[in-house]
């Protein structure tokens, strides 16, 4: 805690001591933002009087030209507009050389296409490229909406049709949210964004100074020399960076704050009313996983670059990587209770746009709280590694025993392939959307996950038969095989019921579910293909070959563990999260303990090919089946566990496999 | 028992290069040095010099091999071995925009020293080295030679019985390498392990006890200076080393078919 707290001082003391630093990252912000809002409230107010002062030039032609002057004559705002002498002039021209803002073209009533070619037409030319050209038209066109109405109303009265909007009913809308509520929703679209560009500008002024900057000046080796931990160097650092962040965040709210209540600058007046002290508390609570996951990521970069220069070259993608999923919050149709909630940042970022909207759906929250942090503290743990890594203070890779393929290397970087295709998977699935169709989507899926498999087999320079276990089983896992899918749907519904009252299902899932598995005209056979054989096949391959094959530096338990959380993961659906992930344990296990993929793709097959087929059937299943699946589970366990097979050395079997 | 305070035995370190593939820059290398002894690693440009020093520092991790300081192995407690270790190079560099007396400080707190304990060290060491008129000012402001002292004091700022010197006096004028070796020897004779690594042979005749002659990531010969000139019948180190380094390179040409 001494070191800890002496490295964090240490670090602010620099900053502290850096009057540039200092200016750039406080001072410069806090007169430039203020600048920035007035420069743009007092061109917004000129626009306006510019266009409320001026006068609109206009031409019009054509045989009903006529009617378009008395309809104006009539309009009461007949005075903003002048009509030119248009008999010398081409009217297309003299808008393109911006003579007028616009010109209208009469047509005569039946010699037009207009939808009823009974009455004249009136057509106005304008340019959007102009701010006079689209207001002036957009003026002029209310001014002959409003005078035809008139007159029409005023026709129909003389004729004893006493019309007014009062005979045909009146229109009103009331809106229920309170002021504080919309303004909520409003500031929760984009308050995550600045606020996360606040925290990255801030926190960039200490992490590229931090441990690039450190490699550079050389003071990153005397501190690896002293018998402090990495893990407490890295805390120190994230600290600090996480510290200053805040600090700079806070003066610059504050500071904007301070010109509001100078009169310097306006704020839109409901904010005060929204921003109460509690939700306030609340807020910065929401922002802190943020800040730290801010804090660990510039860290991280810092501590990959080589220098100081390198580091601020690497923020701008960092910057936009950040900042991309706080927009999640702009989206008009996003919400915490889906697959977003996974997705760090974004997921607090619609929190708070729900909390300021007045709603506090907490589970969710809490979840992306957790998220959010979890995923600080990896990038933190990452750091440390690279703190670890020898090129840091060496320019040479030392890497004896490692090339850069082989078994031990893809094992390095297995969890990163799959962050990639994760990602893949995840911007493919919201580009597609629900209607794209269920062939196009698990097409789509099995073959980035194939071609991913082959890629890597082949990057790695990898076997096939050793990486994926494609070797063939002791006889009596297929008993334990049959023995067991069957007995884990049952089970699976049963625990579905059981935990249904604890978290359920919102309706709306369950249906989206049914309606993309089930087109209606989809025959049987290809249902089964498509639902039972090919995700067996090709996820199993995937997840239970390769993926547990480069999880292989880690204990069984872990192993079984990790691919099944990524399995869940990678079904993109927070409510299937539970049941893949649980299922993806028991095939983890299958593959361990029997040696071979074959009996899991049975297994998943089976499993799959009851829940498309007899989906009904085993609902609410009854004790007595519970019971028995129980025992049928068990007996298939250990079935699998009597006979199973010592792991071979994939290392050694890879690498024969490899020279021949 | 009589505990070595550094030990180290088959040492090895290997790195990966794109087109040479496998390549080690330190190959088996085993010496030890007791108490009160300064132990020089003498070697021309890349002969592993540091990378040898880097494995006794934990910095880098070995291919092969063990290394102890008093009595940790680096690579089950490396926190135990830094502990006990104070390492000096032209890399190891200052935070320029502290004064010399929060250098000390923080440096003897993260060392593992408590607050007062540090406080305490920190007067001593600014009294030993002469600083007290410059404590409170930044280093960025100090002289070279001034920096080098606090480099120096910040090396033992938490007494550590083993320090290691990589090549320190690159870069530094004759005064002030001389008044750095003054600090070394008195180090020594305060009963500090040393080990201390240069290509510069009077350097090497003048501080060290005893001299281990690195070449190719090898040691080729260890032992006090008259050890050498004993076995080579040479009188001056530079011609010693010569005719060592020279040996090795004529055996490796004929050794080739």
């Known amino acids: ?660 | 028992m009589n505990l070595l305070p550094v030990q180290v035995e088959g040492l090895s370190k290997a790195f990966w290069d794109r087109s040479r593939g496998r390549i080690a820059a330190v190959d088996e290398v085993t010496f030890s040095c007791s108490g009160g002894e300064i132990f020089g690693l003498l070697g021309a440009n890349g002969a592993g010099k540091t990378t040898t020093l880097r494995m006794l520092s934990t910095v880098l991790a070995p291919s092969s091999g063990t290394a102890k300081l008093m009595g940790h192995d680096v690579c089950q407690e490396p926190q135990e071995v830094r502990r006990n270790l104070g390492f000096y190079s032209v890399s190891t560099a200052l935070y320029p925009r502290l004064t010399a007396r929060e250098t000390l400080r923080l440096f003897a707190v993260v060392n593992g020293l408590s607050e007062t304990r540090a406080e305490s060290r920190c007067a001593e060491l600014i009294a030993r080295f002469g600083l007290a008129d410059y404590a409170d000012v930044r280093i960025e402001q100090l002289s070279t030679g001034m920096k080098q002292k606090v480099s120096i004091a910040r090396t033992i700022a938490h007494d550590p019985p083993v320090l290691i010197f990589d090549e320190p006096t690159i870069g530094l004028d004759v005064l002030n390498s001389i008044e750095l070796q003054k600090v070394i020897a008195e180090l020594r004779d305060e009963g500090k392990t040393v080990v201390f690594s240069t290509h510069i042979m009077s350097e090497a005749e003048r501080l060290c006890d005893r001299i281990a002659i690195i070449h190719l990531g090898q040691i080729h010969a260890c032992d006090t200076l008259e050890g050498l000139r004993e076995s080579t019948g040479l009188h001056y180190l530079e011609d010693i080393f010569v005719q060592i380094v020279q040996g090795i390179e004529s055996d490796s040409v004929k050794a080739q078919p």
């Open chain 1, 1 to 660: 805690m001494t070191v800890l707290r002496a490295l964090v001082a240490c670090e602010l003391r620099q900053l502290l001591r850096s009057p540039r630093a200092l200016f750039a990252a406080v001072a410069l912000p806090a007169l430039v933002w203020p600048l920035m809002l007035l420069i743009s409230q007092f061109v917004t107010s000129q626009q306006e009087e510019r266009l409320e002062a001026a006068k609109y030039l206009f031409l019009v032609d054509g045989p009903s030209a006529s009617i378009a002057r008395e309809l104006l004559a009539a309009a009461p705002n007949h005075d903003d507009f002048d009509e030119l002498d248009g008999s010398q002039r081409d009217a297309a021209r003299a808008l393109a050389d911006g003579e007028i803002q616009f010109w209208v073209s009469s047509l005569a009533a039946g010699g037009n296409e207009a939808s009823d070619p009974s009455l004249p037409l009136f057509r106005v030319y304008f340019r959007a490229d102009r701010d006079l050209s689209r207001e002036g038209s957009e003026r002029f066109r209310r001014a002959l909406v409003e005078s035809r109405n008139e007159i029409r109303e005023n026709l129909l009265a003389e004729r004893g049709f006493p019309t007014t909007l009062s005979a045909t009913g009146l229109i009103e809308t009331r809106d229920l949210a309170s002021a504080a509520e919309s303004m909520g929703l409003q500031l929760g679209r984009f308050i995550s964004t600045i606020l996360v560009s606040l925290l990255m500008v801030g926190g960039s002024v200490v992490a590229s100074d931090s441990l690039a900057g450190e490699k550079e000046r050389g003071t990153l080796e005397t501190l690896l020399t002293t018998a402090v931990s990495r893990t407490t160097l890295v805390g120190a650092k994230q600290l600090s960076i996480f510290i200053v962040a805040i600090s700079i965040t806070v003066v610059q709210l504050f500071s904007l704050w301070l010109y509001q209540a100078l009169g310097v600058i306006s704020l839109p007046g409901d904010l005060a009313s929204t921003l109460t002290s509690g939700r306030i508390a609340l807020l910065l609570l929401l922002y802190l996983p943020v800040a730290a996951l801010i804090a660990s990521a510039l860290l991280l970069t810092s501590a990959y670059a080589k220098s100081y220069k390198e580091a601020q070259l690497f923020y701008f993608p960092v910057f936009v990587l950040a900042l991309a999923p706080t927009l999640a919050a702009a989206l008009p149709a996003a919400s915490l209770r889906s697959i977003l909630v996974l997705v760090p940042i974004a997921n607090l970022s619609l929190a708070v746009k729900e909390v300021l909207a007045g709603g506090l759906d907490l589970p969710f929250v809490v979840a992306s709280w957790v998220v959010t942090a979890g995923a600080a503290t990896w990038l933190a743990a990452l750091s440390v590694r690279l703190l670890g890594r020898e090129s840091l203070i060496t320019s040479v890779e030392f890497e004896p025993e490692q090339g850069p393929t082989g078994p031990n290397r893809f094992r390095r970087d297995i969890l990163r392939w799959t962050g990639v295709i994760w990602a893949i998977l995840l911007t493919a699935s919201f580009l597609m959307g629900a209607d794209a169709g269920l062939i196009t989507q698990l097409s789509f899926n099995f073959s980035v996950l194939i071609a991913a498999t082959l890629f890597l087999l082949h990057r790695y320079r990898l076997g096939p038969r050793a990486t994926l276990r494609l070797r063939l089983p002791k006889p009596s896992s297929w008993t334990a095989v049959l023995l067991g899918a069957p007995s884990g749907v049952v089970l699976a519904a049963g625990l579905v019921q059981g935990t249904s009252p604890f978290l359920p299902i919102p309706e709306e899932a369950l249906v989206q579910l049914q309606s993309t598995l089930f087109p209606p005209d989809t025959p049987a056979w290809r249902l089964f293909l498509l639902l039972a054989v090919l995700p067996a096949v090709v996820e199993e391959i995937f997840f239970r070959g390769l993926l547990l094959s480069g999880l292989g530096a880690r204990t069984p338990a872990q192993r079984i563990l990790l691919s099944a959380l990524l399995f869940g993961l990678f079904h993109m659906s927070f409510f299937r999260f539970l049941p893949t992930a649980g299922l993806g344990v028991l095939l983890a296990f299958v593959v361990l303990v029997s040696g071979s993929l074959f009996p899991a793709v049975l297994w998943h097959a089976i499993h799959n090919g009851i829940g498309v087929f007899a989906a009904e059937g085993i609902e609410d299943p009854s004790g007595r089946a519970l019971v028995l699946a129980t025992l049928g589970m068990a007996g298939a366990l250990l079935l699998l566990w009597k006979g199973r097979v010592r792991e071979e050395e994939p290392r050694a079997s890879a690498s024969s496999e490899t020279i021949s």
